[in-house]
């Protein structure tokens, strides 16, 4: 049986991902042409304070950079843990030992 490492695996899987979302992509893109080529002109309306609204790519790209930092955040928490829990580990060095002591 061959191993796989772990980045392997997630190389993989983000292939998979990455794949599928291009394939939502195109299928969307062909819906809307088809959807274009079949329904009448409808005259545009104003709706009251839609210009206040966001754009839908500033929407996303607010969401993304929140989640980014949210997970940075979670990021140095983990570690944080990891760090403060080292002493209790089997095998810890005396380094690791003293960590919390500071």
Known sequence: ????????LQD????????????????????VD???SVTP????????LAEKLPAPQDV???AYDFAEKLLSSQRQFA???VKATAPLM??????EQ?????
Do not use: C, W
Not at 1 to 8: A, I, K, V
Not at 12 to 31: C, G, H, P, Y
Not at 90 to 95: D, Y
């Open 1 to 8: 049986m061959t191993g796989y490492s772990t980045q392997d």
């Open 90 to 95: 089997a095998g810890a060095s005396k380094e």
């Open 12 to 31: 993989e899987f983000l292939n998979v991902i990455r794949t599928s979302q291009e394939t939502v992509i195109d299928a969307v893109k062909t819906l």
């Open 34 to 36: 088809t959807v274009k």
């Open 41 to 48: 002109k409808v005259p545009s309306i104003h709706v009251p």
């Open 98 to 102: 003293g960590a919390t002591a500071e």
């Open 60 to 62: 996303v790209t607010g």
């Open 79 to 81: 570690e944080g843990l």
